[in-house]
T-cell receptor
Framework: QKEVEQNSGPLSVPEGAIASLNCTYS??????FFWYRQYSGKSPELIMF????GDKEDGRFTAQLNKASQYVSLLIRDSQPSDSATYLC???????????????FGKGTKLSVKP | GAGVSQSPSNKVTEKGKDVELRCDPI?????LYWYRQSLGQGLEFLIY????????KSGLPSDRFSAERTGGSVSTLTIQRTQQEDSAVYLC????????????FGPGTRLTVT
């Protein structure tokens, strides 16, 4: 069973703080890692992807990947109330259900940024 | 350009009835995915289409679920003899090809089985 685990939260941070969202995965063969943001009642939208160990920065967002620890995280700097949403971690892996690779999603972490 | 569209946006049906959900992917996108999201849960992969290849049906929860994609574009997800546990939001996504990292999601169809 391929699993992607996230703390469901809610994670509450004050405006301007750094929000840290974490995700672990069970399949060592996983290749690519994604963070999606989902506002309440809306569909997910991709905000970051990473496939090499280390950090990847895009504006206020930084994705961190540690394949040895099977851990991926998303940091949001200078958090804004508009960042309040559920953040879904997704992992692309091979040999899942006989297919050539599909995204497996975690259940998401709900982030609340307080003004 | 236009994004992924889905219809209907909401569907209420009685237990035992069949339903059809439609997805219109972004023009030119060859890969199309169906997911299901139950309340408070993550996205559950259902089925995947890539071009003219045989679909990957590994995520379909039972033989009551089926999907087709006509002409490499529009897809229909059919649920026969619906059950209350089928109630969820059904999301469709498309990407430019099988190796694309970026899947664009439609607004979803909220299915309620009474």
């Amino acid at each position: 069973q391929k699993e992607v685990e996230q703390n469901s939260g809610p994670l509450s941070v004050p405006e301007g703080a750094i929000a840290s969202l974490n995700c672990t995965y069970s399949d060592r063969g996983s290749q690519s890692f994604f963070w999606y943001r989902q506002y309440s009642g809306k569909s997910p939208e991709l905000i970051m992807f990473i496939y090499s160990n280390g950090d990847k920065e895009d504006g206020r967002f930084t994705a961190q990947l540690n394949k040895a620890s099977q851990y991926v995280s998303l940091l949001i700097r200078d958090s804004q109330p508009s960042d309040s949403a559920t953040y879904l971690c997704a992992v692309k892996t091979l040999n899942y259900g006989g297919s050539q690779g599909n995204l497996i999603f975690g259940k998401g972490t709900k982030l609340s940024v307080k003004p | 350009g236009a994004g992924v569209s889905q219809s209907p946006s909401n569907k209420v049906t009685e237990k035992g009835k069949d339903v059809e959900l439609r997805c219109d992917p972004i023009s030119g996108h060859t890969a199309l995915y169906w997911y299901r999201q139950s309340l408070g849960q993550g996205l559950e992969f259902l089925i995947y289409f890539q071009g003219n290849s045989a679909p990957d049906k590994s995520g379909l929860p039972s033989d009551r679920f089926s999907a087709e994609r006509t002409g490499g574009s529009v897809s229909t997800l059919t649920i026969q003899r619906t059950q209350q546990e089928d109630s969820a939001v059904y999301l469709c996504a498309s990407s430019s090809d099988r190796n694309s990292y970026e899947q664009y999601f439609g607004p979803g169809t909220r299915l309620t089985v009474t």
